[in-house]
């Protein structure tokens, strides 16, 4: 192979976009390591398999990802570079030095903040206005190696996970796009990061998307808007019934009574939650199926629900 080769480990609309970026930058890649598919997930992204499988490249997808015989066949090819694009395993010391001019991963936030898992789905619980991608250097410790190069990208107020995590996508190809010359020329900037206490974070879980409606009404919009389908969602109780609150919207309502209830105005169905703050609900589900919201909210004008 001539010119500058690459093993890469990748998964997610991150992982396709970023193999193809490689590419096209004149990167030869002789394999591509990705990720099995889960029978359990609905899979709502681009397949890395696909994409290497269509530019003719060779793919794996070992359940092990620091087996002893990934480890030697990776070796044995003597990359010049290993890049993680959205792997969802830790990549070990072995594999690290395998790579001759360096590991790079790109990373869903701006780190140091959000180090760890799911970091798109965490500045938005936090209340975050921006988030990006980062491309650093990978070491033992989890996304702590030096910056090479990062971009910001803007949350907005009503932007779920799954469309900041577009946004972030398209950080990630700019940012690589731009840094590839510089590291095939060994010229690329790096600058060590400066970890900050509290900004790990781990795997999320769909319990964790269970409402607290004693919670400010901003606080439950972002957690809302952090777990939307396709992730597992947020939910409650809703007059004793389960509901998947699948999206909301800060509403300008004050609430008819204290406490948490459901109730309707205007044909539009609203949520009162702590401290007096109010949400328009705008799309839900429960065991029969989506929530009819402007029946709902004509019942819950006669009667509101308690919200548990």
Not at 33 to 58: C, K, N, Y
């Amino acid at each position: 192979m001539s010119g500058p080769t690459a093993v890469v480990f990748a998964y997610h609309d991150v992982g396709v976009r970023c193999l193809s970026a490689l590419l096209s930058g004149g990167v030869a890649v002789p394999l591509v390591v990705t990720v099995p598919d889960d029978p359990g997930e609905q899979r709502w992204f681009a397949s890395v398999a696909a994409a290497a499988a269509d530019h003719g490249l060779a793919v794996i997808a070992p359940a092990d990802a620091g087996g002893a015989d990934l480890e030697q066949r990776v070796a044995g090819l003597r990359p010049d570079f290993i890049f993680s694009f959205y792997y969802r395993s830790l990549l070990g010391g072995r594999l690290l030095g395998a790579a001759r001019r360096g590991a790079l991963n790109m990373h869903g936030s701006l780190l140091p903040k959000y180090r760890g898992r799911a970091p798109v789905n965490w500045a938005i619980l936090k209340g975050e206005r921006e988030s990006g991608a980062t491309l650093h250097y990978m070491v033992a410790q989890a996304d702590a190696g030096d910056i090479v190069d990062q971009m910001s990208v803007p949350i907005l107020e009503d932007d779920d996970a799954r469309g900041v995590l577009a946004k972030v996508t398209v950080a990630a190809e700019t940012i690589l796009v731009r840094s590839l010359p510089g590291l095939i020329a060994g010229t690329a900037p790096r600058r060590a990061q400066r970890l900050e206490a509290g900004q790990y974070f781990g795997r999320r879980r769909p319990e964790d998307g269970r409402i607290d409606w004693d919670r400010p009404a901003r606080q439950i919009h972002d957690l809302v808007r952090a777990v939307a389908p396709p992730f597992p969602g947020a939910f409650a109780q809703v007059g004793g019934e389960r509901w998947a609150i699948h999206r909301t919207r800060l509403g300008d309502r004050t609430a008819p009574r204290a406490g948490a209830w459901l109730f309707g105005a205007g044909g539009e169905l609203y949520a009162a939650c702590g401290g007096g703050g109010v949400l328009r609900v705008l799309a839900a589900a429960n065991a029969r199926g989506p929530v009819d919201l402007e029946g709902s909210a004509r019942a819950c004008e006669e009667r509101p629900l308690p919200l548990g």
